[in-house]
């Protein structure tokens, strides 16, 4: 067995079966907590928790005015990153063929040249993340390693899949091999790391937003 | 024909003329990309080389190796390597059988001691001692091991030589391995394809006799001039892969309009081999302009990398159980979480009752 087809099959079925078992384990065990546990009687005229939830979802999305100044760059430079991933995880062929593979559906995807063109900029955006995050005092003070694992675990499926794509440092199926075990990696460290806020900050800002709704705050 | 006349004297004899033989020494610098004041010198040696002592041993193979080189639609080609070598064993094509041929394999030997070439297609098995093919009562091991002893050097031609290919596919009943398994102490050149490429077979053993030297190998053992690239980034269809225009099926606009066959299993970004360039037949069409996918026939093991049907970038199959066990498991660990921390809420609130009314 080389190691393409290592990545391509027991690498890759560990991960998804730990990644399968992490990620239902962490949000079952939240979801399925009492829900309504706020005793005290909502403000008058406070709106539905529902409504509440929502607004917390959608308002979250963009930081108050006042926040902009310090965070802009974080912001921003979050967004671009955020975005590019889901560009190239979701819209290149290959991934699309891997996520049909898995779950039997599939849509159009992007000319690989233009998903390569965003791997770069969120290669560029994520090492400027970090660099931010090394170089700030308080983002450095409150960053803990799963910080950094998870930045790591995030960086190098986009840095191989970028070497694989260019041919560059090693040939094309030992570069593809390391891309999916990156990939693996990724999915292992998933449930457990900071990664789960791709599932989780749904909930948390939801929540957020019924907490403040039932006291009347304004979010 | 005499053994002391030299190629040059054969071509000459033949009506070969010297322009035809630096136009093939001209392809072959081209071919073996080598520079272009090499065919000048390429020329020069052929015509000066006495012909190479070939011994061909025909293994666990189909004799498809052997069709793609005698049915080439390369006459010339053809006709130039039997010119280049003495031919002197090879079960398939040779006219005496039973202890003449034997004998012709043996004398070869004798006189060509250290210096003839052992060109070999098919796998060798070694399961039972190696009983699963076997010829003038000598296993195919006992051959190969006895005639690459004096041998110059081995040309494993097609994949099951080079290694294992279809008979070592699993559950390799017959315990197949590849020539470069068993002959340690030679140079071992892998000509693979299912079945290679005539020109690849031609051209590395042209080199052989040309410079008396293995050509320049990859790390499978592979002439570098003909597996250097991957047949993908020779593809005439690579420009739709880029801009992901894709067949979906065999029968489609896609596949009508000759666009990229990834998404129905081309292998070819992960195979080395030259069909995008010299192609078959003559130049005339390799498999993806013939609208099938490259099956990865000259990588090891390409039998059992799963279907051919399913894109590269997909896992292997047999992974549904491992994923809906982690799945199941997840839910249970959830559920259980979940129903201990309630149990856990309920007991605080009890307590925290307790002492209220107390």
């Known amino acids: 067995m080389d190691l393409l087809d290592f990545a391509r099959g027991p690498a890759l079925y560990f991960a998804l079966a730990v990644f399968a078992l992490g990620t239902l384990w962490r949000l079952l065990g939240i979801l399925l907590l009492p829900w309504g546990l706020i005793r005290s009687p909502a403000r008058e005229g406070s709106p539905s928790p529902f409504s509440s939830a929502l607004k917390g979802i959608v308002v979250k999305l963009w930081p108050h005015k006042e926040f902009m100044a310090g965070g802009f760059f974080t912001f921003i430079n979050g967004y671009i990153f955020h975005l590019g991933l889901a560009i190239v995880v979701f819209l290149f062929v290959p991934h699309i063929l891997f996520i049909k593979n898995l779950f039997g559906i599939s849509w159009p995807g992007l000319p690989s040249n233009v998903i390569y063109a965003v791997g770069v900029i969120t290669a560029v955006s994520l090492i400027a993340a970090i660099a931010n995050r090394m170089t700030s005092p308080v983002l450095r003070l409150i960053s803990r390693v799963d910080d950094y694992i998870s930045w790591v675990m995030t960086f190098l499926p986009v840095l191989t899949g970028l070497l694989a794509v260019s041919h560059l440092g090693a040939r094309y199926e030992t570069l593809i091999a390391l891309h999916i075990l990156s990939v693996a990696a990724f999915f292992v460290w998933f449930p457990f790391g900071k990664l789960m806020h791709a599932f989780l900050f749904v909930f948390s800002r939801a929540m957020t937003g019924v907490r403040f709704g039932h006291r009347g705050a304004q979010l | ?358």
Not at chain 2, 185 to 208: F, M, Q, R
């Open chain 2, 1 to 358: 024909m005499s053994d002391r006349q030299t190629v040059g004297d054969i071509l000459a004899q033949r009506g070969v003329s010297r322009r035809a033989i630096l136009k093939y020494a001209a392809w072959l610098a081209s071919a073996m990309a080598l520079p272009p004041s090499a065919s000048k010198a390429i020329a020069q040696s052929l015509a000066a080389a006495r012909r190479q002592s070939v011994v061909w041993l025909s293994f666990q193979e189909c004799t498809g190796c052997t069709e793609s080189l005698t049915r080439s639609f390369s006459p010339s080609l053809e006709e130039m390597i039997f010119n280049l070598i003495s031919l002197d064993y090879h079960e398939t094509l040779m006219a005496v059988s039973g202890h003449a041929a034997e004998e012709a394999r043996l004398k070869a030997m004798e006189e060509n001691k250290g210096k003839y070439v052992v060109v070999v297609d098919g796998s060798v098995p070694l399961k039972d001692d190696g009983v699963y093919s076997a010829n003038a009562g000598k296993t195919n091991l006992q051959t190969l091991q006895e005639t690459a002893k004096d041998a110059l050097a081995i040309i494993s031609v097609g994949t099951c030589a080079a290694y294992g290919g279809i008979p070592g596919a699993r559950p390799n009943p017959t315990g197949a391995v590849s020539v470069g398994e068993i002959i340690k102490d030679k140079p071992v050149i892998n000509i693979p394809g299912c079945p290679p490429i005539a020109e690849a077979i031609a051209g590395t053993v042209a080199y052989l006799v040309t410079f008396g030297k293995v050509p320049d190998l990859d790390h499978l053992g592979r002439p570098k001039a003909f597996f250097g690239d991957t047949i993908h980034d020779r593809c005439y269809r690579r420009p739709f892969y880029d801009k992901g225009l894709f067949a979906k099926s065999f029968d489609d606009e896609g596949a009508r309009n000759g666009w990229c066959l990834y998404e129905v299993g081309c292998k070819g970004p992960v195979t080395y081999n030259a069909c995008a360039t010299l192609k078959w037949n003559g130049g005339v069409s390799f498999p993806i302009q013939s609208g099938h996918g490259c099956i990865g026939c000259s990588e090891p093991h390409f039998w059992d990398k799963g279907s051919f049907y399913q894109p590269l970038s997909t896992a292997m199959p047999g992974m549904g159980a491992g994923i809906a066990a982690g799945a199941a498991a997840g839910v249970a660990l959830g559920a259980g979480a979940a129903w201990l921390a309630r149990r856990r809420q309920v007991a605080y609130s009890q307590q925290t009752s307790k002492k209220e009314g107390a």
